[in-house]
C-alpha cells in the first residue's frame, strides 16, 4: 500500500525545483496554492479534469500578476504542479483547449456542454463527460474558479456582470450538483482576494519606488559631498602653495 504524501514532503519537493526566492508578497499566494492542490491530489474522491486544470492555471496567473523577475514564474508554476505529481504542460493544454471552445460559445452552449445535451462536444463534453461518468467528485475551490473562467471567456459578455454571472453560476452549479452556496461564496473570496492582492502589488511598487528615489536622493548628496570635499581640498592646496614672486 502506497504511502500518502505529506504537506512537508510536497514543499520540499516545490523548494527543491525551484531555488530561487520569492517576492514576499507572493509567497503567501504559492504556497496556500500549493497546499491547496497537495490537499486535493491526495483525495480519493479527487479526480484531475480540464475545469479543475483551468482553474489552477487561472489562479496562478491572475495572483502572480505583476511578479518580479517575471522570468521565475514559469519555474515557479513548473515547480507547484510537479510537486503535486503533475505536468506543467497537461494544465496548460487542458486549459488553453477549454478556453478555446469557451470563446466561441454563449453561456446557454456551455450548459448546454455541461450538462451534456445533444449536439455539445469537443473540449467542453470532455470536461463534462469526467463529471458525468458516476464516480465520485470532490468539487473544490479551484474547480469554481476555472468555471468561472469560463463562464467569462464564452461570447455572452458576461465579463464583469456580476449578477447575471451569478445567476448562471447557480444554473451551472445546479446542472453539476454543485455545493452551489459554497460555490458562490469561493468566488466571492476570489475575487475580492484578487482586489487585496492587486491593492497589495501596488503598495508594494510605489515602497520600491520611494526607496528607489532615496537612494538617487543620497547618491546625488553623496556625489555632491564628495564634489564640495574636492574643491575645498583644492582650494586648501592652492593657498598653501608659495606665490611665484615669494622670495624664499
Known amino acids: ?25 507572493y509567497r503567501r499566494v504559492v504556497e496556500e496554492l500549493m497546499v491547496e492542490m497537495h490537499l486535493l491530489s491526495v483525495s480519493v474522491d ?16 491572475r495572483f502572480m500578476a505583476g511578479y518580479q523577475p517575471d522570468r521565475d514564474l514559469g519555474s515557479i508554476f513548473n515547480a507547484l504542479c510537479q510537486s503535486v505529481g503533475g505536468n506543467v504542460d497537461d494544465y496548460r493544454h487542458r486549459a488553453d483547449r477549454l478556453l478555446e471552445a469557451a470563446k466561441v460559445a454563449s453561456a446557454d452552449d456551455l450548459a448546454a456542454a455541461l450538462n451534456r445535451a445533444e449536439g455539445s462536444g469537443g473540449a467542453l463534453r470532455e470536461a463534462a463527460d ?13 474547480f469554481g474558479i476555472g468555471l468561472y473562467t469560463l463562464l467569462e471567456s464564452t461570447t455572452s459578455d458576461l465579463a464583469g456582470n456580476a449578477e447575471q454571472i451569478k445567476a448562471w453560476i447557480d444554473r451551472l452549479g445546479t446542472t453539476l450538483n454543485l455545493p452551489i452556496e459554497k460555490l458562490q461564496k469561493d468566488l466571492e ?11 497589495a502589488r501596488i503598495t508594494y511598487e ?24 574636492a574643491a575645498s581640498e583644492a582650494a586648501s592646496e592652492s593657498n598653501a602653495a608659495p606665490s611665484p614672486a615669494d622670495p624664499s
Open 1 to 25: 500500500m502506497n504511502e500518502i504524501r505529506t504537506v512537508s514532503e510536497t514543499k520540499r519537493t516545490f523548494y527543491s525545483l525551484h531555488q530561487r526566492p520569492i517576492n514576499a508578497i
Open 46 to 61: 479527487f479526480r484531475f479534469e480540464s475545469i479543475y486544470a483551468l482553474g489552477v492555471v487561472t489562479a496562478f496567473d
Open 130 to 142: 469526467v463529471l458525468a461518468n458516476g464516480q465520485p467528485f470532490k468539487y473544490s475551490r479551484l
Open 189 to 199: 473570496l476570489y475575487r475580492g482576494n484578487l482586489e487585496k492582492i492587486a491593492q
Open 206 to 229: 510605489d515602497m520600491l519606488e520611494a526607496e528607489r528615489r532615496k537612494r538617487e536622493q543620497r547618491a546625488l548628496e553623496k556625489a555632491a559631498a564628495a564634489e564640495a570635499k
